[in-house]
């Protein structure tokens, strides 16, 4: 089963800077693969690089997909860091 | 082989200890075709590892010296070397083409730095490009064996010798490993000499040399009193500037002993000396120098170690903490002076083809008031805690300093009627442009008193960029020119019955303080390092005596021969 969540992005840096940090670090701490869409292009959600690459911004829809043991658990974490830092509703 | 050349001395002391060479090492590299992949892919993975171990230690270094913000670009850098994505990619190159660690990570790191540069509606990214480049470098010179030094990686005794430091270099510096600086670049007034001598490191700059005449490891003599610089002395050259690093700790010593006590010429004239400060964080500088005011507060750090404008409340603290440290005795707050070589990433002003006569200071203030209206509450709110003075940078015209003082008591009326405590505060003008200078006695029936600020008045008098080192002979601050200009200012504010300071590097100069105490200046406001020695000095200066060479001076035709005035007049 994979768990998937959608978001639209509200901070006004996108997913720059801090965001994009904060994101990879949470998605790091589990074994299941992250990965971030956005306008048909998926990237792991635990490369700075990848996650830097798609240039999200302000108002971008993204989809957040987890697969693997601790699937609920990453998701969770990741809804957690984008409402606790005000990035996405 | 012992070797000698000489620089600029910027920074008091000597220092002598084994250099720490701060330039970037070579690193090209051939590209060569591989056979063992997993033994090419462990380098990687070595290099990554190390290369993540010298960026923690910076990391933590620049948490304690900068704060956790400044820090947050290592945080960034830490991520990039641990980068899945990245070293998956680094490897599936070498696997698939057979090349070496060094061309893959080259190949691989290019694509992303162009793909971030690429990205040109975008600041930020672009600023990325540039940390993949730094973390590249780092792993590159791990790959190739060689060391890419840092300062915030020095953990033994150093001369720190470099082309030039940045201020995020200085801020890395852990005074505990540093005993000496050299450059090749730079003057008295560069940023590195001003970091030297409030961090009291000697320092000899504008060498031209040193990066390439000292090698690492190598013993090196700092004379910041004189500017030499001996690499590899002989044991005998050793002894004699071991005793003279001893000599001018004693000194300072005895220097010590005047902490608390009044700034009074031999005849006992009573002057003021004062700090320059650009934080709250410098007061304890200030206050373990026995300074008796803080003549210049640059008020424009807080705005430049800010990423916002920052907020009238945000002012208000720093002030009134700074005003009340002063316990009662005067602080001298100059509102901003951004423009000319400081500048704001959150707040872009023009660019302009003469920054330096451009839009600045003052001329910004009464532009974009609202800006400077927030900076005057935050003043007026603080000036309830102690004396607080108010000066306005960049001063050409005598309206300029009427609209200024319009908006002040504009606020001031405001925040009366608001009901807030206030003091009274002193209004003055910072005297660095040739107009106002000449102009002095005009301005001094409508100020409460000058400060002159010599560093751009002599640039500004003299046409020529003191950061220039083409045109560096020409900051001649004994130029008769200069000291007629202060004598007026000066004159021209007692007449008046008005206060006259001075707050640029002149006010510390052992050349200069005779003659101003000769002329008569009030205040002298210096770097906190500079005042127990100025202090020291002036004990020793009849101010009769003083007068004489002042005019002797005003009478000279050149910058060398005050100089020779000075030095036959005051032993």
């Known amino acids: 089963m994979t768990q998937s969540k959608d978001f639209n992005i509200v901070a006004e840096t996108g997913i720059h800077a801090r965001p994009a940090t904060l994101l990879v670090q949470a998605a790091s701490k589990f074994t299941s693969d992250v990965t971030l869409s956005y306008q048909g292009k998926d990237v792991n959600l635990k490369s700075i690089m990848g996650v830097m690459s798609l240039g999200v911004g302000q108002g971008a829809d993204v989809t957040i997909k987890a697969e693997g043991d601790d699937e609920e658990a990453a998701i969770k974490a990741i809804v957690e860091t984008m409402e606790k830092e005000g990035l996405a509703k | ?571």
């Open chain 2, 1 to 571: 082989m012992t070797k000698n050349f000489k620089g600029i001395a910027a920074s008091n002391g000597v220092a002598i200890a084994k250099a720490y060479l701060l330039v970037d090492p070579e690193l090209s590299f051939e590209k060569t075709v591989i056979k063992d992949v997993t033994a090419e892919q462990a380098r990687v993975d070595d290099a990554l590892k190390a290369s993540s171990k010298d960026v923690e230690i910076i990391k933590t270094k620049a948490e304690q010296n900068l704060g956790a913000d400044e820090a947050q670009v290592f945080e960034a850098h830490l991520m990039i070397l641990s980068d899945p994505e990245m070293s998956g990619a680094f490897k599936q190159k070498i696997a698939d083409e057979k090349v070496n660690a060094e061309q893959a990570v080259k190949e691989v790191t290019d694509t992303y730095v162009s793909m971030f540069e690429a990205m040109t509606d975008n600041a930020y990214m672009q600023e990325r490009a540039a940390d993949i480049r730094d973390v590249t470098k780092r792993v590159m010179s791990h790959l190739l064996n060689v060391s890419l030094p840092n300062p915030a990686l020095i953990n033994e005794p150093v001369i720190l010798v470099s082309k030039d430091l940045t201020p995020s270099d200085t801020a890395q510096l852990d005074r505990q490993f540093v005993k000496g600086i050299l450059t090749d670049m730079g003057g008295r007034t560069a940023h590195a000499s001003i970091m030297a001598r409030t961090l009291e490191i000697p320092a000899v700059v504008g060498t031209d040399v040193a990066t390439k005449e000292v090698a690492s490891g190598v013993t090196v003599i700092v004379d910041g009193l004189t500017g030499d610089v001996i690499v590899d002395p002989s044991a005998e050259t050793l002894a004699i500037y071991e005793q003279k690093a001893t000599d001018y700790l004693a000194q300072r010593a005895e220097w010590a002993l005047l902490k608390d006590q009044q700034s009074v010429s031999a005849d006992g004239k009573h002057f003021t000396v004062g700090a320059n400060i650009g934080a709250p964080k410098d007061m304890a500088a200030v206050l373990n120098n026995g300074a008796e005011g803080v003549g210049l507060y640059r008020t424009e750090f807080l705005y430049m170690e800010s990423d916002h404008l920052p907020t009238e409340d945000e002012q208000f603290e720093a002030y009134k903490s700074v005003v009340e440290q002063m316990d009662g005795k005067p602080v001298t707050v100059r509102t901003m002076d951004i423009g000319g070589d400081k500048h704001l990433d959150y707040w872009k002003l023009p660019e302009e083809e003469n920054p330096f006569l451009g839009y600045r200071a003052i001329r910004i203030s009464l532009d974009q008031t609202d800006i400077f209206r927030t900076q005057l509450r935050a003043l007026i709110r603080a000036s309830a805690f102690g004396d607080l003075w108010i000066m306005f940078p960049m001063i050409a015209t005598l309206a300029e300093f009427r609209d200024a003082k319009k908006i002040y008591l504009d606020e001031r009326a405001k925040l009366e009627a608001a009901g807030v405590v206030m003091g009274d505060i002193k209004l003055g003008i910072m005297i660095e442009i040739p107009a106002a200078a000449v102009l002095a006695d005009k301005f001094a029936k409508e100020v409460d008193f000058f400060s002159i600020g010599t560093n751009d008045l002599i640039a500004y008098t003299m046409a020529a960029d003191r950061g220039n080192d083409r045109v560096a002979y020409l900051y001649q601050p004994y130029n008769p020119s200069i000291l007629r200009l202060i004598n007026n200012v000066i004159k021209a504010a007692h007449d008046e019955g008005k206060f006259v300071a001075m707050c640029g590097e002149m006010a510390g100069d052992p050349i200069a303080v005779p003659l101003l105490v000769g002329m008569g200046l009030d205040e002298f406001s210096m770097s906190a390092p500079s005042i127990l020695q100025t202090r020291s000095l002036m004990k020793k200066l009849n101010t009769a005596d003083m007068k004489l060479l002042a005019e002797k001076a005003l009478d000279a035709e050149t910058n060398d021969e005050v100089i020779a005035l000075v030095e036959a007049t005051v032993k």
